[in-house]
């Protein structure tokens, strides 16, 4: 009865509005932080959580059975590349060109890996209770892979070296939100669709905490 009521169409669909809505002004706060702080993390990360609230609005469609070969795929494009944003925002803290101009290259090299891969795949209805869950083409795992994983370590690191910096508990709060949503962006990979929108909630939660 418990298991009816989470994988019902209303329950998916009410979960993946209410994150959306928590997302979309929090994407805006972070860009209009960057016009005060001049900090180009804040543009990173907004434009990782821009990205993020649009993988969202996907999934409310497809929480409403609305799907098909482009908006899948542009799902998966779109929760490779947040990932990768989020990740090049940590990365810009540490305030070093070199690392920034090798992510940056490597970023948009795996970037095209993904769009490439996911052009001349077929992707099968991943749809299953209403949640994005189901078996991906190996190509698509491996390009994504490639792009996700590297970039949820490099987060996992500069978190830490922040943390260590500056004890803050928004900082903590910040980092501990970006891991959070990062790993969400790869959890289609590993298929747990319940851990999807559980860690799309928290991470929003967590991110909210720490720049309000």
């Known amino acids: 009865m ?15 509005i209410v994150i ?12 209009k932080k960057y016009a005060h702080k001049k900090n180009l993390s804040y543009v990173l990360w907004g434009t990782g959580l821009v990205l993020f609230a649009i993988g969202v ?5 497809f929480a409403f059975n609305v799907y098909n070969q482009i908006l899948i795929k542009l799902y998966l494009e779109v929760v490779a590349l947040l990932v990768g944003f989020l990740a090049f925002g940590s990365i810009y803290m540490l305030k070093s060109k070199k690392i ?3 992510y940056g290259v490597f970023f948009t090299a795996a970037a095209i890996f993904v769009a490439y891969t996911l052009a001349v795949s077929k992707i099968s209805n991943l749809i299953t209770n209403h949640v994005v869950f189901g078996v991906l083409p190996l190509l698509v795992v491996t390009s994504s ?12 690191v500069v978190a830490a070296l922040s943390y260590k910096k500056s004890g803050s ?16 962006g790869t959890l289609y990979i590993l298929q747990f669709p319940p851990l999807l929108y559980y860690s799309e909630f ?4 967590l991110l909210w905490f720490g720049f309000i």
Do not use: C, D
Request: no cysteine.
């Open 145 to 156: 892979s490639i792009l996700t994983f590297p970039a949820a370590v490099i987060i996992a």
């Open 57 to 61: 609005l996907l999934e409310v469609l």
């Open 20 to 31: 959306l809505l928590l997302t979309a002004p929090l994407a805006f706060l972070m860009l």
């Open 100 to 102: 920034n101009l090798a």
């Open 2 to 16: 418990v298991y009816n009521l989470f994988a019902s169409e209303s329950f998916v669909g009410f979960s993946t």
């Open 202 to 205: 928290i991470g929003i939660l």
């Open 169 to 184: 508990l928004k900082m903590i709060s910040i980092i501990a939100g970006v891991i959070i949503v990062s790993i969400a």
